[in-house]
């Protein structure tokens, strides 16, 4: 103890003034020890207390500026929502959440299109809310809708949605129509309204545009004259698409592909037995490469057939998302709701297509 004392003491006395001088490296042991006890980072003062603890060091640097750090969104790490939770199980602020007004995307990357279609055997404004809060609970954004029996062609507001439909002119029968959520609306290039049987909708997207095809095709019990007017449409509607457009044909065919596997166009996975509206599908199919999307994803059975019948011992499966076969990457999943109701013998169906829509900005 007495040394130690000694050797603080000569260190208040500082470095002997005679002799050469020499350098910082060449400094004798006890400059070294001196500079040991009266430097910055030193553990002990001369008084012999020990200095305030510093805060605990983080990985980054000293606690202080990781919780700068914290608040500050990193460039390779997508935007989180408001209210998610992070691995700490803390909610996120509220500034980390993207603001949609400031891009051109209507959803954050990544999140897929909801698109459903549902035969409502008839459309009342009661079933309208219906349907809508429906597509709210399953978080649908476009839904198309079939047998709507509604007149004339048009559009209309209904609070947070968008409804495009086309009617019969004069009689309450038929009848198809997009509803769509007012967000996805700005992205709306056009909507054509080509009979009570068919309506399309083309919608910016990336990273190709969008075009959407809403169909109700005749019964088995329809005039054959009938049934070829329909694909005579159909087809010419598809000859005016833009042929770089993914394009998605939906709706009620009142046709069942069944269960047997062929080439591109059906897969392994349908529902029963083909008949003859199935086949004039699948060859219409095959002329414009497409292929029927519900037939290629394993679900339960219950997730498969679309209508039933009156009594309920028959379930068909006779409504179908087609793709064209290009694009097939971009559905990734296709199943109906069997939770949802609308007082319908058909089942909402609904898929997820991958693609981000984007808003088309007004022209100064």
């Given at each position: 103890?007495?040394?130690?004392?000694?050797?603080?003491?000569?260190?208040?006395?500082?470095?002997?003034?005679?002799?050469?001088?020499?350098?910082?490296?060449?400094?004798?042991?006890?400059?070294?020890?001196?500079?040991?006890?009266?430097?910055?980072?030193?553990?002990?003062?001369?008084?012999?207390?020990?200095?305030?603890p510093k805060p605990p060091r983080r990985q980054g640097g000293w606690a202080d500026d990781s919780m700068k750090a914290s608040n500050a969104v990193l460039e390779d790490e997508p935007p989180r929502l408001e209210g998610t939770q992070n691995t700490t199980g803390e909610e996120l602020p509220t500034q980390s959440r993207p603001n949609l007004n400031d891009t051109d995307e209507v959803k954050p990357p990544g999140y897929p299109l909801i698109i459903g279609t549902w035969n409502v055997r008839s459309m009342s404004d009661g079933k309208l809310e219906v349907v809508k809060n429906e597509m709210e609970r399953v978080g649908i954004d476009i839904l198309g809708i079939s047998e709507l029996e509604?007149?004339?062609?048009?559009?209309?507001?209904?609070?947070?949605?968008?409804?495009?439909?086309?009617?019969?002119?004069?009689?309450?029968?038929?009848?198809?129509?997009?509803?769509?959520?007012?967000?996805?609306?700005?992205?709306?290039?056009?909507?054509?309204?080509?009979?009570?049987?068919?309506?399309?909708?083309?919608?910016?997207?990336?990273?190709?545009?969008?075009?959407?095809?809403?169909?109700?095709?005749?019964?088995?019990?329809?005039?054959?004259?009938?049934?070829?007017?329909?694909?005579?449409?159909?087809?010419?509607?598809?000859?005016?698409?833009?042929?770089?457009?993914?394009?998605?044909?939906?709706?009620?065919?009142?046709?069942?592909?069944?269960?047997?596997?062929?080439?591109?166009?059906?897969?392994?996975?349908?529902?029963?037995?083909?008949?003859?509206?199935?086949?004039?599908?699948?060859?219409?199919?095959?002329?414009?490469?497409?292929?029927?999307?519900?037939?290629?994803?394993?679900?339960?059975?219950?997730?498969?057939?679309?209508?039933?019948?009156?009594?309920?011992?028959?379930?068909?499966?006779?409504?179908?998302?087609?793709?064209?076969?290009?694009?097939?990457?971009?559905?990734?999943?296709?199943?109906?709701?069997?939770?949802?109701?609308?007082?319908?013998?058909?089942?909402?169906?609904?898929?997820?297509?991958?693609?981000?829509?984007?808003?088309?900005?007004?022209?100064?």
């Amino acid at each position: 103890m007495e040394d130690v004392l000694d050797l603080g003491e000569e260190c208040r006395r500082g470095p002997a003034t005679s002799g050469p001088k020499m350098g910082r490296r060449a400094q004798p042991e006890s400059a070294q020890t001196e500079n040991q006890f009266s430097g910055k980072n030193s553990s002990l003062t001369l008084t012999g207390e020990a200095p305030p603890p510093k805060p605990p060091r983080r990985q980054g640097g000293w606690a202080d500026d990781s919780m700068k750090a914290s608040n500050a969104v990193l460039e390779d790490e997508p935007p989180r929502l408001e209210g998610t939770q992070n691995t700490t199980g803390e909610e996120l602020p509220t500034q980390s959440r993207p603001n949609l007004n400031d891009t051109d995307e209507v959803k954050p990357p990544g999140y897929p299109l909801i698109i459903g279609t549902w035969n409502v055997r008839s459309m009342s404004d009661g079933k309208l809310e219906v349907v809508k809060n429906e597509m709210e609970r399953v978080g649908i954004d476009i839904l198309g809708i079939s047998e709507l029996e509604w007149t004339g062609t048009g559009r209309l507001v209904s609070k947070n949605h968008m409804v495009y439909y086309a009617g019969n002119d004069k009689l309450k029968e038929n009848g198809v129509a997009f509803i769509m959520k007012r967000s996805i609306s700005k992205c709306l290039l056009k909507y054509n309204t080509v009979s009570d049987r068919l309506i399309s909708i083309r919608l910016r997207g990336k990273p190709v545009n969008t075009t959407i095809i809403q169909v109700y095709a005749p019964t088995t019990n329809a005039k054959d004259e009938e049934i070829e007017e329909f694909y005579t449409m159909l087809q010419s509607e598809i000859d005016h698409t833009c042929k770089k457009d993914a394009l998605i044909i939906t709706g009620d065919w009142n046709a069942q592909v069944g269960s047997i596997e062929e080439g591109p166009v059906v897969g392994k996975f349908g529902l029963g037995d083909r008949n003859d509206a199935g086949d004039r599908l699948i060859e219409f199919c095959k002329t414009n490469d497409l292929f029927i999307a519900n037939t290629f994803f394993q679900q339960h059975k219950r997730r498969l057939y679309t209508w039933t019948s009156p009594d309920g011992l028959h379930r068909e499966q006779i409504d179908y998302f087609c793709g064209k076969t290009r694009w097939k990457c971009l559905l990734t999943s296709v199943k109906t709701k069997p939770g949802a109701n609308c007082g319908t013998d058909h089942r909402l169906l609904v898929c997820k297509f991958k693609v981000n829509l984007k808003k088309i900005r007004a022209s100064p």
